[in-house]
């Protein structure tokens, strides 16, 4: 008697491959709108997934949402992980390596920008905020442990406390150059090459302070 051969391997290489369309449809639809103008129906013709089998994955919009949030935030999180690992093995001293990694963090928050405004406006919502905290954290963990790793040649008195200020200071001031929060309104104001020349130039001197 011939042996059959299960077709469970072929079934889940499409529904893997069903899944795949589905969320690369949404990020791409996120990444070229809103949230709020983001449809099953839209998704479902661009990815050519059924809005029956949507649903048969996901209870709705919200969900599906936060599936690719999780989805992209774990891209993110890894490639920032091998920026920072970039920097750390150019081995830098402190003058040149605070202003490329202030560089760094710039170039890839703005490559990201178009997929991080939608995350940021669906903030107030538990489970994305929880997602985002979580990837911001990293993002904030590695940066300071990269600059921690100079903390012979930092004269700062309170060597994480600088760090942890040159950061958030980094941060704050792209994310608003770049519409990413609350202050969408003042998006690329300024210039960017200035912006991340000044900051660089503003947080090593902070980390090389020394108040008599």
């Excluded at 839209?42 to 919009?61: D, L, N, P, T, W």
């Excluded at 093995?89 to 202003?99: T, W």
């Excluded at 600059?147 to 608003?176: M, N």
């Amino acid at each position: 008697m011939p042996r059959q051969i299960s077709s469970r391997t072929p079934k889940q290489d499409r529904s893997r491959a069903s899944l795949e369309r589905l969320l690369t449809a949404t990020r791409e639809m996120l990444s070229e709108g809103t949230f709020e103008a983001l449809t099953i129906a839209g998704i479902s013709k661009r990815s050519e997934v059924s809005v029956g089998s949507i649903y048969a994955r996901f209870g709705g919009k919200d969900d599906l949402f936060l599936a690719v949030v999780r989805d992209v935030l774990g891209e993110l999180d890894a490639e920032w992980e091998s920026l920072v690992d970039e920097t750390k093995a150019r081995k830098l001293p402190l003058e040149r390596q605070v202003p490329e990694l202030i560089d760094t963090l710039a170039e890839y928050l703005k490559r990201h920008a178009s997929i991080l405004k939608p995350f940021m406006t669906k903030a107030n919502d538990p489970q994305v905020a929880t997602c985002g905290k979580a990837s911001h954290l990293k993002m904030a963990i590695s940066f300071q442990g990269l600059l921690l790793e100079s903390r012979e040649t930092i004269l700062h008195p309170d060597p994480q406390h600088a760090v942890s200020a040159c950061f958030s200071i980094a941060y704050a001031a792209l994310a608003r150059f770049l519409g990413l929060g609350s202050a969408a309104d003042a998006a690329g104001e300024g210039d960017w090459a200035q912006l991340k020349q000044d900051l660089g130039i503003m947080c090593l001197g902070f980390l090389h302070h020394h108040p008599a």
